[in-house]
Structure formats: C-alpha cells, structure tokens
T-cell receptor, first 111, second 116 residues
Framework: QKEVEQDPGPLSVPEGAIVSLNCTYSNSAFQYFMWYRQYSRKGPELLMY????GNKEDGRFTAQVDKSSKYISLFIRDSQPSDSATYLCAFASGGYNKLIFGAGTRLAVHP | GAVVSQHPSRVICKSGTSVKIECRSLDFQATTMFWYRQFPKQSLMLMAT?????????EQGVEKDKFLINHASLTLSTLTVTSAHPEDSSFYIC????????????FGPGTRLLVL
C-alpha cells in the first residue's frame, strides 16, 4: 500500500463548477496536511496548510481533513480557468521533516 | 514573504560537464532547505535535505558524489550535478522552511536541466 494515494486525473470541469480533490494516506504519524498548486514548468505554490481535523477556508478554497479516515480534500468553489494546474497533497510528520507528496491531480477548467 | 529563488531557471549543457544550481531564500533565513527532482507528469521526488553548516542528508538511491549539495549560509544552498548525463535531465526544485518550529515548505520556481 502506498503511503499516499491521489488520483492523477486529468479532471476537466466547466468554469464555475465546484471541484473536489482528494488524497488518502496510511501513515498515522502524519500531523501536517498541505495542498500545493503547481502550474506547468513552475515550482509548487502553497495553497492551504492545516494540522487538525475539520475544515479550513481561504477564499474560494476549503481544505478538509478527516484523521480518523485518513482522508483529506480540497474544494474549489466557482472554479476559474486560472485554476487549471496540478494540485498536490503533501504530508509531514513533524517540524523540519520531509514532505511526502501525492502524485498530483491535473485539473483543467474550461470556459 | 517567504520567497525562494533559483538560478538559473534553465540550463543546457554537454554530457560530462558539471552544472551548479543555486537556491536562495530572499526574505528569510532558512536553516533547512530541500532539493527535489521532478520528471514530466510526475510528482516531486525528494533528493536530499540540506542543513546549514553540516552535511546534507541524501535519500536512498541518490548518489552523494553525483549530486553535491552545499548549504554555506542561511540563505543559500547549491546543488551541483557532476559529470552530467542525459538521464540527469529533469526539473530540479528547491524548497526552504522559514523560521523555527515551522512545517511548511516554500518552493523555488525550479531549474530545468537538459543534458545533451
């Protein structure tokens, strides 16, 4: 079993749709949960970061963590063509520890 | 804040030559930096953890003598690909952690290496 599972997509949605991106993990030691967005040929950009179960909202983005089910999600409301990118979930078990990344989900939002 | 830069952004070199990539934290000090490589349509693969003033910690399967890492100051880490070969062609990305007791990593824009 992989430590992190993330559907690579691609996921294609119309502009304005609600997008749901998901990752599952198996390592109970993970304490920190992150979502990064990566545009083609660019470095990843931190979108959301949380360390507790529940929801965290930032503008059109909501990160959800369910530690009991070892499942995290990123929701994007009112999706825009500029949201078209690869979204990577990432996990860490402690400060200064290496990040474990999911495979990344490619999202395309078409006008 | 938390801006990380890389130089160069793109480099093309001949097989057998060495290439140095710089990673700088522009507005913070970073005792720990990380180096990743990424192949097309794949996720990031951690190569090594770079600690200021000490030797880097390499991931299993990464050749220490081929990928030399130097973290000489709190704002600069370098990755040197020695005797580069075409299979070393990849996208190399660094990241840094700002501050103490931080977990989030901020990434540089990446360096695309093409070895001919």
């Amino acid at each position: 079993q992989k430590e992190v599972e993330q559907d690579p997509g691609p996921l294609s949605v119309p502009e304005g749709a609600i997008v749901s991106l998901n990752c599952t993990y198996s390592n109970s030691a993970f304490q920190y949960f992150m979502w990064y967005r990566q545009y083609s040929r660019k470095g990843p950009e931190l979108l959301m970061y949380t360390y507790s179960s529940g929801n965290k909202e930032d503008g059109r983005f909501t990160a959800q963590v369910d530690k009991s089910s070892k499942y995290i999600s990123l929701f994007i409301r009112d999706s825009q063509p500029s949201d078209s990118a690869t979204y990577l979930c990432a996990f860490a078990s402690g400060g200064y520890n290496k990040l474990i990344f999911g495979a990344g989900t490619r999202l395309a939002v078409h006008p | 804040g938390a801006v990380v830069s890389q130089h160069p952004s793109r480099v093309i070199c001949k097989s057998g030559t060495s290439v140095k990539i710089e990673c700088r934290s522009l507005d913070f000090q970073a005792t720990t930096m990380f180096w990743y490589r990424q192949f097309p349509k794949q996720s990031l693969m951690l190569m090594a953890t770079s600690n200021e003033g000490s030797k880097a910690t390499y991931e299993q399967g990464v050749e220490k003598d081929k990928f030399l890492i130097n973290h000489a100051s709190l704002t600069l880490s370098t990755l040197t690909v020695t005797s580069a070969h075409p299979e070393d062609s990849s996208f190399y990305i660094c990241s840094a952690i700002p501050g103490v007791n931080q977990e989030t990593q901020y990434f540089g824009p990446g360096t695309r290496l093409l070895v001919l």
